[in-house]
């Protein structure tokens, strides 16, 4: 059988959990279709490296519906809606009527929104997953983000960073993603990175899979959590919430970021009762420096991270997991939430249940954060054993994730 793609899954995908017997049926795309005619091996590489070319053009078609908001038009309508009216929606002017035609040919022939005769176009469930309505995080924010100029700009300079050693969004705009989110005149860069990070969070966590990360880990145990790299704390408040009406929560992270957290609409409307009592917002501009004494006060016993050590070299990573260590609780534990990478020659885990292919994704992270990139198994216990931790257990969470307990020997 072909292996997996992020462009189209063989009609069998394996799930995060795949390690459980668990699978989906798909509706097989184009390219598996291809793979089925194809009379022999050659032909079947030959779609492969179509398929692989053909993928830059489908993620700009999808950039340009997102930067004419073209989703949002969709949604709206109750009938389908012909072209030019879509180009006066979304300013195109008349010389760019059929040029958007084409583009929303073909991304209806993708499935990304429907044609009917006549040029016309109306929305569908992969459409409506792309509206981006004001404060409410959706995969449009995520996907935007993903393609946007200053990202599109260090794509383009990919091969040669690859020949420096250097990262490629550094290459394209002089500093990393980091230090680029940090610069008060790309504050709508960072306001969109937070909200799609925040959407992938929920996404992660709520929408399908196995297990949920409530019921994957005993919370009776937790006393105070802190999480490491938290954003805005959607994830902390879930871990507080599971913990009960007694544990404390520890958000550490930029102090921009930290100064943006809205405790009553991402705590208080959880449920995290008393949220503003049993919270401590810390800022630290660099997590490769020890931890501020507020962390060491609180007495932390469990610290989760969520792809967070994915944006740092496997040396930085090792000096953040020091860090932890040093603040840590006798007995308590670090949960990594995390993507995990296929090992070598897998090729029947190279998607996730949700389409998130982890080898590509740790190509955007290497992309975009100096060193980083999402990680196989094997090398996150060769990372976290040099700093003493061991591998207690690592199950699937939601549809893209593991959780992956860790002890300190």
Not at 129 to 157: C, E, M, S, Y
């Amino acid at each position: 059988m072909a292996p997996t793609t992020p462009f189209g899954d063989s009609a069998t995908a394996q799930p995060a959990g795949a390690a459980n017997g668990a699978k989906r049926t798909t509706e097989i795309s184009g390219y598996e279709s291809a793979y089925a005619k194809s009379s022999s091996s050659g032909s079947v590489a030959i779609a492969r490296v179509y398929e692989a070319i053909q993928g830059h053009w489908y993620s700009a078609c999808l950039g340009v519906l997102l930067e004419l908001n073209i989703a949002d038009i969709l949604e709206k309508e109750t009938q389908p809606i012909s072209v030019e009216d879509l180009a006066k929606k979304s300013d195109v002017s008349a010389p760019g009527v059929e040029y958007l035609y084409k583009v929303l040919r073909a991304l209806a022939q993708w499935g990304i929104l429907d044609e009917e005769a006549g040029k016309k176009f109306s929305a569908n469930d992969s459409t409506r997953q792309l509206v981006r309505p004001p404060g409410q995080p959706t995969l449009g924010h995520f996907a935007h983000h993903q393609i946007n100029q200053p990202k599109w700009d260090a794509w383009k300079v990919l091969p040669e960073a690859v020949r420096l050693g250097k990262t490629p969004f550094a290459v394209a705009h002089g500093t990393d993603m980091y230090g680029y989110d940090n610069k008060p005149e790309n504050a709508a860069f960072h306001e969109e990175f937070m909200q799609s990070m925040t959407y992938f969070t929920k996404h992660s966590l709520d929408e399908g899979g196995q297990v949920t990360l409530k019921d994957v880990y005993d919370w009776s145990q937790v006393g105070t959590v802190m999480d490491v790299g938290g954003a805005r704390g959607e994830l902390l408040s879930r871990c507080m919430l599971y913990a009960g009406e007694k544990a404390r929560g520890v958000l550490l992270d930029r102090p921009f970021v930290v100064a943006s957290v809205d405790v009553d609409a991402t705590f208080e409307a959880k449920g995290v009762k008393s949220a503003r009592e049993r919270l401590s917002l810390v800022g630290t501009e660099d997590v490769r420096t020890p931890f501020p004494d507020a962390v060491k006060a609180a007495h932390v016993d469990t610290i989760i991270m969520k792809h967070f050590l994915s944006g740092f070299t496997d040396d930085d990573a090792r000096i953040v997991l020091k860090h932890c260590g040093e603040v840590l609780e006798p007995n308590g534990k670090v949960l990594l939430l995390q993507t995990l990478v296929p090992e070598a020659g897998d090729r029947t885990n190279n998607v996730c249940e949700d389409g998130v292919a982890p080898g590509l994704f740790a190509i955007e992270i290497l992309a975009m954060c100096p060193g980083g990139s999402w990680r196989t198994r094997s090398e996150w216990e060769e990372i976290f054993g040099s700093q003493s931790f061991k591998l207690d257990s690592s199950k699937p969470v939601g549809p893209n994730m593991h959780l992956m307990v860790w002890s300190k020997q």
